[in-house]
């Protein structure tokens, strides 16, 4: 008998447990595990959707060999085989994994996501948040929000972010620690915050910079990375027809993709 242990469920416990290690309040930024909540969060998804697979095939060569023995049995739905091979095949061209939700999906219910749903945003968020904290450049923009501060980052994740209040709030006894933006978002000057003084007076100060992991360190972040990913993932098993695929699914992933929070 060979057993299985899937990877995904790991990768999602460990991001749950590090948001819960947080004491912080929820906009204090700089909580390193809020960091390793949103990279492992996403990383499940990922490993979600590969075992989601293996066990579509897993469950079709289960069936054959069922039917093989003369057993009398319903053999697995179309759709088992057609994910197997439509996902398999978007992995194995590495395909973005929102292009593979976005496939899996029109398998199971002949549609794909609707971009503007709070289901597909979040987790469109949600990798966005963490190709930032993986692959951020340096020459980025700055987002000016008058009386607010201001971060190194892409302005529209950082616009979307913002209206889920779960990115740091910089209170203005650490102000002192970060670096003042002065002039337009485009071409800006960067100047130590307690400089501010000397240059007062000469140009406008568009708002405070932190980096981009101080900013979406937050307890709150920790959360909803979490949240999001749980969600994807139990929203489509609850989409996978009858079957011993779903029974796979239900056994080895939903229990464990439950929102912890």
Request: net charge negative; aromatic share 8%.
């Amino acid at each position: 008998m060979t057993v299985w242990h899937p990877n995904a469920p790991i990768l999602f416990s460990l991001a749950a447990n590090s948001a819960k290690r947080i004491t912080a309040p929820p906009r204090t930024g700089d909580q390193r595990d809020a960091l390793v909540s949103i990279v492992f969060a996403a990383a499940s998804l990922e490993a979600f959707l590969n075992e989601s697979v293996y066990l579509a095939e897993i469950s079709l060569q289960r069936k054959a060999r069922q039917l093989r023995l003369g057993h009398h049995i319903d053999e697995e739905p179309p759709t088992v085989s057609a994910f197997a091979q439509v996902v398999g095949e978007a992995e194995e061209s590495r395909a973005h994994t929102l292009s593979k939700f976005h496939l899996a999906n029109l398998v199971l219910t002949g549609n794909a996501y609707d971009k503007g749903s709070d289901l597909f945003q979040n987790c469109s968020d949600l990798f966005e948040a963490r190709n930032l904290l993986m692959h951020g450049k340096s020459e980025e923009t700055f987002l000016t929000i008058e009386g607010e501060p201001s971060v190194l980052n892409p302005v529209r994740i950082f616009k979307r972010l913002a209206s889920k209040n779960i990115l740091a709030d910089i209170p203005p006894e650490q102000k002192s620690t970060h670096i003042t933006v002065v002039g337009d978002t485009g071409i800006v000057d960067l100047i130590l915050q307690e400089e501010i003084e000397e240059i007062q007076q000469k140009s406008p100060v568009s708002g405070v910079m932190a980096r981009w992991s101080f900013v979406i360190g937050t307890k709150a972040a920790a959360e909803w990375a979490c949240s999001s990913a749980a969600r994807m993932a139990t929203d489509l098993m609850q989409k996978v027809p009858s079957s011993l695929w779903k029974q796979f699914m239900e056994h080895n992933l939903l229990k464990q993709f439950s929102d912890p929070f």
